[in-house]
Every structure is written in C-alpha cells, then in structure tokens.
C-alpha cells in the first residue's frame, strides 16, 4: 500500500507486536512489515482496516466452504449457546447436537463409514487417528504393528504428531521430529520431481514406494499408511492419473490400515463430499475438520470404518479424548453448514458447474511465460512458476514470495509454496467471480514476469 496507514490500523500493528505471537509466523519479518488486519468479510471478499476489498483466493485457510457472512450459521451457534453452551462427552453421557452430527455426517460419508469421533481440529483428528490405529492393532493381539507411514512433504497438522506425520522437514527441525514409529516415502509430485519420467511413469514409481517401505519395515510392523488425497499445504499437488489405482493395488496385498487426511478435501472441495469418493479410494479412517465448520467455529473428527469400530468394541475403554470433542455449539454450527451445502447444492454445483469452469480458465494462464504448469482438480488449483518452461528450471532466488505481494496489492489473496502459487477458494464463488479471479491472477503474473523476466 502507498498510502499512508490509519493510526487505528497502527494502533493494532502495535498490538501485534507488543503482545501476540501468530502462528506460522517470522516474528521479526512481520514486525518491521507490520500486520495485515482483516476486519469483516462477506461472500468470498474480505476487506482490511484501510478499507481495501480483497477476493479471498484461499477460503481463509482451505475451509470456508460455505463463504462468508452466512447468518444462519451465527444463528445456530447463538441458539446452541443458550439452550445448552457445553457438555463433555466422557462418562457415558451425549447431547443432541453431536449425535444429529454423527448421524448427518455418516449419511453423506462412504459407505461402511458411519462413526465419528470428533476432536478440537484437523491435527487433533491426526492424533486421535495415530492412537486409534495402534490401539486397533493392539486389540487384534498385533501390538507390533505401530509404524505409519506418511509422505514427504505431506501436511497433517502442526501438533507433535501431526508434524510428525506430515514430512516437512522445516517442521521436523523444530522440535526433535517426527516421533519414533513414523517413516515416510516419496511425495506423487511429477512437476517438481518426476525428472525425466512421464507423469503415467512417475505415478507408478511413487506408489511402488509405499511397498518398498513395507517390505523394509515388515509388514508386521506397520500399523497404517496416512496421504492427503490432493497435498494441499505441500503445494495442490495432484497426483498422476496412476498414483491412486497402483496405491490400492498395494494396499490390498498388505494387512495395514489407510488414513485418507480429508482435513482439505472434504466436504466438497473435489466436487465430490470427499477427495476419497474423487479418486475411488476407499480408506479405513478419514479425518476432517475446516470444512466441516466451514471455519466458522474450530471442530474436527475422524470417520472410522466400521470394522474398526467393531474392534474397538472389543478394546475396553479407549483413554483418549478432548474436552471439546463434540462441543454442542460447533456441532451445532457444523449440522446448520451440512445443512447449506446440501440444500443449497453446492457439491452438486461445483462438480458440475463452478469448477470445470474455474479449470478451464485456469488453463488459460498456462500461456504466461512465467507458468510452466497450471493445474488443479475441483475448487483448488496451483500455478508452477519457471524460469524456463521447457526444462522446468525454477528462479535462482524464487518468485513465488514476490508474486505473492503482487496479489496482495491487488487484492487478491493467492499463497505461494516455494513458487508453486495456489487458490482454493471458497465453493460459493461464482462464475463472474472466478472472471475476477482470473484476471487479477494474471495482472500479478504480469507484474512479477516485469520484475523477474527484464
Ligand atoms: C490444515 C490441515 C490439518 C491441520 O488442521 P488444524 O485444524 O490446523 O489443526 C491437517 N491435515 C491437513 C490435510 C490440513 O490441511
């Protein structure tokens, strides 16, 4: 911004500095920067304490599905409050909401998957699924079998094990991670790490991974395999049309569990409720959250298969649980949000409608002489930023930061990953609005290539 900022919006910058610590966040970096505040949003705009409009590219962080400013939602919550603000969930007792919650989740989950146990957030929903696979495995009289899976630059979450399940190695160096008993394979990323493979050929390649590391741990001690169906924090990275059938080839020859993380690709953003239904997987756990709440109030869960469920029977007390598993008013909030997405279609209309055309116009951008990939699959999508679009060499000091800025400035909220720029926008965001999108994506395109290619 060249203007000069308000003395409100340097009122709370001060805040920012002098007394919070943000998340995912260079302390340093921002204070000199001074924070972005975001004070109200409606639809798939957000706007800034200096009055500035901004399309929301990225649905906040992957999860208001729904958009902005839906009232019946605050309302949900607003009733919930009164009637019943709180009750746990630990001795054998429930409430109405988190019951209608399970049961309305089961309804539009895959078939076989009709229970949830519900946490505080995606990287609890992680937690919960690292302790309930061993667990399972222990009551099967299989103790051994504790060791998951996970992929390099896979993202689960940011508690202990949801960094450790994930593979990014910034992650890991803070913190003495992963945990012991997590392991990980290579990432289906073609773009970046298929050299001269053909996608087709790479896919295959990937998958075959997860059986060589099996056979290298012992099947006997591997308790599960955890992916996100699309990679969404690791930069939208779509596997190749092979990935997924060979994956399920290998996963049928081996007695170990698979977690399909659905915190991103669940409910609708494939255009499908799950990214498992998109590809035809069929896992045994699948955690959830962003959204489940469309963001509006922070809740997650794990799907579980109901063999698993059936053993878990068997276990005794399962000693594990959060004082807000199920809180009544973000299921609440979650049940009023299932509500919208079915009766208003939007699944329906982004599968048929909304995404194909966001592709589309998507593709279009592939002919920017700084794109050398455009690609995405339902309400997400990235960009692959080169230097040379034959050979795929990137910029020696990276591009992604600067285009990032650009899309700032012009108010449009695009993240970059390294130079992998990505949207996920929200699922109610319409056909003119995508025309929006587009057009900004390329005036910051065209104002990097300006900078980077002169
Ligand atoms: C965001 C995310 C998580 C973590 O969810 P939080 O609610 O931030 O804890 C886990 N898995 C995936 C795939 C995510 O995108």
Known sequence: MTKQTSAQTQHW?????????????????????????????????????????????????????????????????????????????????????????????????????????????????????????????????????????????????????????????????????????????????????????????????????????????????????IAEPIQGAGGVIVPPDTYWPKIREILAKYEILFIADEVICGFGRTGEWFGSQYYGNAPDLMPIAKGLTSGYI?????????????????????????????????????????RILREEKIVETVKAETAPYLQKRWQELADHPLVGEARGVGMVAALELVKNKKTRERFENGVGMLCREHCFRNGLIMRAVGDTMIISPPLVISKPEIDELITLARKCLDQTAAVVLS
Not at 189 to 197: A, F, I, K, T, V
Not at 309 to 337: C, I, K, R, W
Request: aromatic share 10%.
């Open 13 to 225: 910058q001060a805040l920012s500095r002098e007394h919070h610590l943000a998340p995912f966040t260079d302390y340093k970096q921002l204070n000199e920067k001074g924070a972005r505040i975001i004070t109200k949003a409606e639809g798939v705009y957000l706007w800034d304490s200096e009055g500035n409009k901004i399309l929301d590219g990225m649905a906040g962080l992957w999860c208001m599905n729904v958009g902005y400013g839906r009232k019946e939602l605050a309302e949900a919550a607003y009733k919930q409050m009164q009637e019943l603000p709180y009750y746990n969930l630990f001795f054998q007792t429930a409430h109405p909401p988190v019951l209608e919650l399970a049961k309305a989740i089961a309804d539009i989950a895959p078939e076989g998957m009709n229970h949830v146990f519900f946490t505080g957030s995606g990287s609890e929903s992680n937690d919960t699924v690292l302790r309930m696979v061993r667990h399972y495995w222990s009551i099967k009289g299989k103790p051994q079998k504790k060791v998951v899976i996970g992929r390099w630059n896979g993202y689960h979450g940011s508690t202990v094990a949801g960094v450790s399940l994930g593979g990014m190695k910034a992650l890991h160096s803070q913190g003495d991670l992963p945990i012991p008993g997590i392991v990980h394979i290579p990432q289906p990323y073609w773009y970046g790490e298929g050299g001269d493979m053909s996608p087709d050929e790479f896919g295959v390649w990937a998958a075959e991974q997860l059986e060589k590391k099996i056979l290298e741990v012992g099947e006997e001690n591997v308790a599960a395999f």
């Open 298 to 338: 922070p809740m997650g869960g794990v799907i579980v298969r109901d063999e698993i469920v059936d053993t878990l029977n068997e276990g005794g007390e399962f000693y594990h649980g959060f004082t807000y598993s199920g809180h009544p008013v973000a299921a609440a909030v979650a049940l009023e949000n299932i």
